[in-house]
C-alpha cells in the first residue's frame, strides 16, 4: 500500500470546492490530507511525491451498472425493433450457450477497459452460478456485485449468503418488476430489510413496463413470457413503476438502487426521495434498446443519482469518459446550468450514494479510501477543470488507485518526482 503525495494542477474533491496547486495525501489505503500544495509538502516533508503535468486529481468514476459477464454478446444484436424485441434477442443468445472461458476472456477486456476509462468502483450484475467471481475479485476494483434473481430460477433466499469484504460485497438483485413476481420481490425486500443488505432492480425502463404495470396490453405478456415458459400472474395494478416497488417497501428499511428510470413522472419524485432510492442512469444504454432518454431535471434536487454505462449487450462499449459526456450532452440539452460540474458529480459522489457506499468513496475526504485517478487536460488546466474532465479519453489518464494501491499506471509516464 503507497504512502505518498499526490499533486495536481488541481484537485477536485466533489464534496467540496477544487484546489488549485492542489495534494492529497495517501496512507494506510486511506485519504489522511487534502489541501493546497504548499501547505501539504510543508506538513509532510519526508513523503513521497507524485506529480503529472497538466493534471487533474479527482476521486475514481463510479460505473454503478455494468453486466461485465455479458461482454461475450458485444455486437452481436442488432436490428431489434424495441426494448422487448431487443430481450428476445438476449434471451434466445444466451439459451444457444456459450463457452465459459469466452465468457471470462471477454469479461477481462470489458475489466480493462472499464478500468482504462478511470472507473475504480463498479456496479455489476452476476448470475447466481457465475464463475467469474475471481476475476472480478482480481480486478483490482471495489465490487459492488449484485446477484440477478428471477421467478424462474431463484433459489431459497434464505440459502444464500452475501459475502462482504473490503473491497467486494454481494448483494441481491431481482432482475425487474417483469420478471420478477410479488412473492420474490416480498421475499427479496424482507430479506434486505433483517439482514441490512442494500439491493438493486431494474425499474422504470421501457414504456412496455408501465403498461404492464398497469395491466394493460403489453409486449412482455405476449411476447417474452411465452418464449421463457412463464405463466402470467397477478400483481397489484400501479400507475408507475415507482408507485408499484414503492408498495412493497413500505414499512421497511431497505437501501434499494433503482436502475434505468426513464419513465418517471414529477410525482414519482417525492416518493423517490422520501423512500431514499439510489437512481441509476444508463442513458447511452437507455437509446441504444429505443426507451428514451432519462428527464435529468426531475432529478436535480436528489442526491442518490449516478451513472452506469450497462453492459456490452446494450453499449458498443464501456468507456466511462463516453458516458459522462453523454449525460453532460443530454443536460445541455435539458437547459441545465453547470452541466459539467453535475455531470462529474453523478459520475462520483452520486454513484457513491446511489449504490450507498458514500462512507467509503465517491469524493477525496479524509477518512475515505485512496480511490483517486488522474486526467492530464493537454491543452493546460482551463478556468473550468470540470469541463475539462468531461472532454477526457482513456489516453488522458494517468494513473488510477484504489484503497491505496496503484491499479492503472499509464507506461509513458511512470510517476516521477518533482
Ligand atoms: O439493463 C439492461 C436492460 N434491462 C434489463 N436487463 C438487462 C440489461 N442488460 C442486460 N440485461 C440482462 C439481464 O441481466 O438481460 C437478461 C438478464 O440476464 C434478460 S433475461 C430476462
Ligand atoms: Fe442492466
Not at 36 to 65: C, M, W
Not at 293 to 320: I, Y
Amino acid at each position: 500500500m503507497e504512502r505518498l503525495i499526490l499533486k495536481a494542477d488541481a484537485v477536485i474533491p466533489v464534496s467540496s470546492e477544487p484546489i488549485h496547486d492542489g495534494a492529497v495525501v495517501v496512507d494506510g489505503g486511506h485519504i489522511v490530507d487534502i489541501g493546497t500544495s504548499d501547505r501539504i509538502e510543508n506538513d509532510y516533508p519526508s513523503l513521497q511525491k507524485v506529480r503529472k503535468p497538466n493534471s487533474i486529481i479527482l476521486p475514481g468514476f463510479i460505473n454503478a451498472h455494468t453486466h461485465l459477464e455479458l461482454s461475450w454478446t458485444k455486437g452481436k444484436i442488432r436490428g431489434f425493433e424495441d426494448f422487448t424485441g431487443w430481450l428476445e434477442r438476449l434471451i434466445t443468445l444466451k439459451a444457444g450457450g456459450v463457452d465459459q472461458d469466452i465468457v471470462e476472456d471477454s469479461m477481462r477486456m470489458g475489466i480493462r477497459n472499464v478500468i482504462e476509462s478511470g472507473v475504480t468502483t463498479v456496479g455489476e450484475i452476476s448470475s447466481l452460478d457465475f464463475g467469474g467471481r475471481e476475476t472480478l475479485r482480481s480486478s483490482g476494483m471495489r465490487i459492488v456485485a449484485f446477484l440477478e434473481l428471477f421467478d424462474r430460477i431463484s433459489p431459497r433466499l434464505s440459502s444464500l449468503e452475501f459475502q462482504s469484504e473490503n473491497l467486494y460485497e454481494e448483494r441481491p438483485f431481482p432482475h425487474a418488476p417483469y420478471s420478477c413476481g410479488p412473492d420474490l420481490l416480498e421475499a427479496v425486500f424482507t430479506c434486505a430489510h433483517e439482514n441490512a443488505i442494500p439491493t438493486g432492480i431494474h425499474l422504470g425502463e421501457s414504456p412496455d413496463e408501465v403498461r404492464f404495470l398497469k395491466n394493460l396490453p403489453n409486449e412482455f405478456e405476449r411476447k417474452i413470457f411465452p418464449l421463457i415458459k412463464k405463466g402470467i400472474f397477478k400483481r397489484p395494478r400501479a400507475e408507475t413503476p415507482t408507485r408499484y416497488i414503492t408498495g412493497f417497501l413500505r414499512g421497511k428499511d431497505v437501501k434499494l438502487s433503482a436502475v434505468h428510470m426513464v419513465q418517471v413522472v414529477d410525482e414519482d419524485m417525492e416518493i423517490i426521495r422520501s423512500a431514499d432510492i439510489g437512481i441509476v442512469l444508463c442513458p447511452r444504454s437507455n437509446v441504444f434498446l429505443k426507451v428514451g432518454k432519462p428527464n435529468l431535471r426531475r432529478m436535480l434536487d436528489h442526491e442518490r443519482v449516478g451513472l452506469g454505462t450497462d453492459g456490452l449487450s446494450s453499449n458498443p462499449d464501456l468507456d466511462f469518459f463516453r458516458e459522462i459526456r453523454f449525460l453532460h450532452d443530454i443536460m445541455v440539452e435539458q437547459g441545465i446550468r453547470q452541466s459539467a460540474r453535475l455531470a462529474v458529480h453523478f459520475a462520483t459522489l452520486g454513484g457513491a450514494r446511489a449504490l450507498f457506499i458514500e462512507e467509503r468513496t465517491g469524493s477525496l475526504e479524509v477518512g475515505k479510501s485512496a480511490d483517486i485517478i488522474c486526467i492530464c487536460c493537454k491543452g493546460g488546466i482551463t478556468p473550468d477543470p470540470y469541463s475539462c474532465i468531461v472532454s477526457s479519453k482513456p489516453e488522458d489518464l494517468q494513473f488510477s488507485m484504489v484503497g491505496g494501491n496503484f491499479i492503472y499506471r499509464k507506461d509513458s509516464c511512470a510517476p516521477c518526482e518533482h
